[in-house]
């Protein structure tokens, strides 16, 4: 089982920024792509970024040039470095982890819990 823990969310001033983190507990032979989504209340999960396991970043356009994806050099962390907040970024932010790979020993989906970000005005 791949578990993964996001931390780093916290109430912020517009125009602020925040570091969001992804722990994930991955098996060490099997790749990995990771993710970030937001969800507010009463919208659709919303995707973010990704950096797969060659070190491939992409962005919604919504973040684009204020979010900034980046992993660790063992490929099991990773963070958001979020600036210039706005309101409407106040979400729960999920980590997603996915090994895509026809390995039934590494294939698979994994969600943290969340973390919350809110930007207040």
């Known amino acids: 089982q791949v578990t993964v823990a996001e931390s780093g969310g916290d109430s912020v001033q517009a125009g602020g920024s925040l570091r969001l983190s992804c722990a994930a507990s991955t098996h060490p032979l099997c790749p990995y792509d990771m993710s970030w989504y937001r969800q507010a209340p009463g919208k659709e999960r919303e995707f973010m970024s990704t950096?797969?396991?060659?070190?491939?970043?992409s962005y919604a356009t919504s973040v684009k040039g204020r979010f900034t994806i980046s992993r660790d050099s063992a490929k099991r962390t990773v963070a958001l470095q979020m600036n210039n907040l706005r309101p409407e970024d106040t979400a729960k932010y999920y980590c997603?982890?996915?090994?895509?790979?026809?390995?039934?020993?590494?294939?698979?989906?994994?969600w943290g819990q969340g973390t919350q970000v809110t930007v207040s005005s």
């Open positions: 997603k982890v996915v090994s895509p790979t026809k390995n039934l020993a590494c294939k698979g989906t994994w």
């Open positions: 950096i797969d396991n060659n070190g491939r970043t």
